[in-house]
């Protein structure tokens, strides 16, 4: 069973710096693209940023260009996202997800992403 579990969520002020993780488990998936979705309350579900399977190649959202790194360690199977310069409109659920799809120049989900964590930027 294919579990994604995220961490590194929290309160932060207006240009403070998160850093979420993601670890995988029950399947091993280096060559396949992850990446990071959001959802804020009352809006639909955004994508943020994805990574390609060697980890070469990194996409992301306009609104987060500069401020935010997507990395991957296909060793221990995580991915992670660097969250500096926040700003209050960053604030939502923040989705790991792996064997994304890419169509007509959208990422997508398929059927693996986390339950969640919380990244609230409020002063």
Not at 76 to 93: C, F, G, H, Y
Request: glycine letters at 12%; hydrophobic letters at 35%.
């Amino acid at each position: 069973q294919v579990q994604l579990v995220e961490s590194g969520g929290g309160l932060v002020q207006p240009g403070g710096s998160l850093r979420l993780s993601c670890a995988v488990s029950g399947r091993t998936f280096n060559s396949y693209a992850m990446g990071w979705f959001r959802q804020a309350p009352g809006k639909d579900r955004e994508f943020v940023a994805a990574i390609t399977g060697s980890g070469t190649i990194a996409y992301y959202t306009d609104s987060v260009k500069g401020r935010f790194t997507i990395s991957r360690d296909n060793a221990k199977k995580a991915v992670s996202l660097q969250m500096n310069r926040l700003k209050p409109e960053d604030t939502a659920v923040y989705h790991c997800a792996v064997d994304l799809r890419f169509d007509g120049g959208i990422w997508y989900p398929r059927d693996y992403w986390g339950q969640g964590t919380q990244v609230t930027v409020s002063s």
